[in-house]
């Protein structure tokens, strides 16, 4: 008979550590791209709530952004860097499909020889690596971990297209997480539903591309689809988290959604019923939508305006291009 392997076990409960953010270097205003797409600083003000966006220089990659934002999270959260044994990157705009950004992140940031991926969950890739780093940690396969959302968008844009491409910026946002005394970091509601996949998509492949069939691919949506989806079926998913978290409403000191939309926001508010009291991130309105780096971004500004918001409880919610979606409830650092 065989020997019983060994099994690993961990902790009982994980938290956030600390936070870490890097956006674009430039300010880009709406005015500035709204010629190509025959729009105006007032239709994109009245139907995103976007007054500019953060957008990197040429030769600032999304794997600087998601550096600077690590080397930030982890000096703030007190772990030294070659404890951190996990390091996941949850990107759609990673310029090279092999290596990932993490393994280079982790290097760069002292975490080598740290386990290290990235994961294309599109807007709810963090929710998606924050459900991945507590699930890990707490099975014993890792004792600390990195987790990064990191996007340059403007790589993939279209400045002729009136479907997305005036959303977008670049940023990115990182989290230390590890174990905890207290329950820090809820289940995670999370799933696809692949029969949208059309509805946010690339124009066009790679091998389009390669064979000239087609121009660079480039972000596309059916906006009225996304935004009717999100706002019925996402608000349904912020419910249920707050029911696997056992709390209410009201027990919220933030909410903290995907920055797709402002009115999307605002009719998540409504239809959550949250009180006066939960402070709500509107990062968007300066930094446009960041897809993987929205909800750390979001979270670090806010955390800054509002340091009181330290040690309350937080419902943050992803969704998007897949279709995707994941939210749980976390407690700030
Ligand atoms: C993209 C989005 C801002 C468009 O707003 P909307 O209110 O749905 O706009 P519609 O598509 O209904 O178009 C309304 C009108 O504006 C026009 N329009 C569309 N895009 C425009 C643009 N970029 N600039 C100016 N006018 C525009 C349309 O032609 C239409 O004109 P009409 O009324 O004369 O026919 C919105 O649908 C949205 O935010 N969707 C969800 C985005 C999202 O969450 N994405 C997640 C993936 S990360």
């Known amino acids: ?115 290290a991926y990235d994961s294309n969950a599109a807007c709810a890739g963090y929710s998606y690596a924050v459900a991945q780093a507590d699930a890990l940690i707490r099975a014993g396969a890792a004792h600390y971990a990195l987790v990064i959302g990191a996007e340059k968008l403007s790589d993939v844009v279209d400045p002729t297209d009136r479907s997305i491409s005036f959303l977008l910026g670049d940023g990115a946002g990182a989290a230390v997480i590890g174990p905890s005394d207290f329950p820090a970091i809820s289940p995670a509601v999370w799933g696809s539903d692949g029969s949208k996949a059309h509805a946010v998509t690339m124009n066009s492949t790679l091998i389009d591309y390669r064979d000239g069939d087609a121009n660079w691919p480039t972000l596309r949506q059916e906006g009225q689809t996304v935004f009717r989806w999100a706002v019925w079926d996402m ?45 709500i991130a509107r990062d968007i309105e300066t930094t446009g939508n960041t897809s993987a780096a929205s909800i750390p971004l979001a979270t670090h500004r806010l955390l800054k305006e509002h340091p009181e918001l330290s040690g309350g409880l937080a419902l943050q919610i992803g969704f998007g291009a897949g279709l995707v979606y994941g939210a749980q409830v976390v407690v700030l650092p």
């Open 1 to 115: 008979m065989s020997p019983t392997l060994k099994q690993s076990t961990g902790p009982q409960y994980t938290r956030i550590y600390g936070f870490g953010a890097a956006r674009g270097d430039r300010i880009v205003p709406n005015e500035e791209l709204i010629g190509p797409i025959d729009s105006s600083d007032e239709w994109i003000r009245q139907r995103t709530g976007i007054i500019t966006r953060t957008r990197a220089s040429e030769g600032l990659l999304a794997i600087d952004l998601a550096t600077d934002a690590a080397k930030e999270a982890i000096e703030v959260s007190g772990v030294p860097a070659d404890q951190i044994d996990l390091v996941i990157i949850a990107t759609i705009s990673n310029v090279q499909q092999t290596p990932s950004m993490a393994a280079v992140v982790a290097d760069r940031v002292g975490a080598n020889p740290a386990a």
């Open 235 to 279: 608000a349904k998913v912020a419910k249920q988290a707050l029911d696997e978290a056992g709390i209410e409403a009201s027990d919220l000191a933030a909410f903290i959604p995907h920055q797709a939309n402002m009115r999307i926001i605002d009719e998540f508010a409504k239809q959550l019923k949250l009180p006066e009291s939960v402070i």
